[in-house]
């Protein structure tokens, strides 16, 4: 009989494990959350700009905010855990066991995502409590671009994996990817406030485009099928590379 791809005891265990680093559960969980109420305490940050369309710029960064959370998660979190787990043989000794390699990197999506939706909901709560940003007047279109932007990165994170051999070098990717994928998701400066041709480009990044959804989706439209197209096909993409060179030794 087939060992099953997913496992609720692995799942459990995963979890009890991420509930034990404090690294985790700061930068992925609270950080983002943490970053949106220092930029919502500045002033100028809460008073409406005609250059935005009269939206004020801490409406642009609860967007954003939830989109950190699931950049961490993906790029940060997964990947050094994941290679770790390669690098002290768990893996290996996994494939002796009924218990299929799969059902661990299926695990420890569902753990990283759900920490990452956690985030947003943090994030779209402070905003709404603290400085009054509405809550997404489109709910279905925002879920939609959230979970194409957090697979895209969860895929970039297996792809990092994959091309890592050891936890440092993980770490280090990891780092490097970060940071153009914080700026292209805005957290320096909001997309929608980016110069056009600078938007422009960065509407065809994965978090670009997400960030640009998440903001049609926040307004009361559905987000453009323009920018969930390139967050899709850019999560089609990644997962296409990550299963073609990821490795369980």
């Known amino acids: 009989m087939t060992a099953p791809l997913f496992n609720t005891a692995v799942l459990r265990t995963e979890i009890r494990?991420?509930?034990?680093?404090?690294?985790?559960?700061?930068?992925?969980?609270?950080?983002?959350?943490?970053?949106?109420?220092?930029?919502?305490?500045i002033p100028s940050f809460r008073d409406p700009d005609?250059?935005?369309?009269?939206?004020?710029a801490v409406d642009l960064y609860v967007p954003v905010a939830v989109l950190l959370g699931v950049l961490i998660a993906g790029l940060q979190g997964m990947p050094q855990t994941l290679t770790g787990y390669r690098e002290q043989g768990i893996l290996r000794r996994?494939?002796?066991?009924?218990?299929?390699?799969?059902a661990l990197l299926s695990a420890q999506m569902l753990v990283f995502g759900g920490s990452a939706l956690v985030s947003a909901l943090l994030a779209l709560a402070l905003g709404r409590l603290v400085f009054g940003v509405p809550l997404p007047e489109q709910p279905a279109g925002y879920l939609l671009a959230?979970?194409?932007?957090a697979l895209a990165c969860l895929a970039l994170g297996a792809l990092i994996c994959a091309l890592s051999?050891?936890?440092?070098i993980a770490a280090a990717v990891g780092s490097a990817a970060l940071f153009p994928a914080m700026f292209c998701a805005g957290?320096?400066?909001?997309?929608?406030?980016?110069?056009d041709l600078l938007a422009s480009i960065v509407g065809w990044t994965p978090f670009g485009a997400a960030s640009e959804a998440l903001g049609d989706a926040a307004g009361g439209a559905w987000p453009g099928w323009d920018h969930l197209g390139v967050t899709a096909g850019w999560a089609v993409l990644l997962t296409v590379a990550a299963a073609?060179?990821?490795r369980w030794e």
Not at 17 to 41: D, Q, S, T
Not at 146 to 149: D, N
């Open 17 to 41: 494990l991420f509930r034990r680093e404090p690294g985790n559960l700061f930068w992925i969980m609270l950080f983002p959350a943490l970053l949106l109420g220092i930029l919502g305490a």
């Open 94 to 102: 996994m494939a002796t066991t009924p218990v299929r390699a799969t």
């Open 187 to 195: 957290v320096w400066l909001p997309v929608q406030a980016m110069p």
């Open 146 to 149: 959230l979970l194409l932007a």
């Open 50 to 56: 005609p250059d935005l369309g009269g939206l004020r």
């Open 244 to 246: 073609r060179f990821f």
């Open 165 to 168: 051999r050891t936890t440092k």
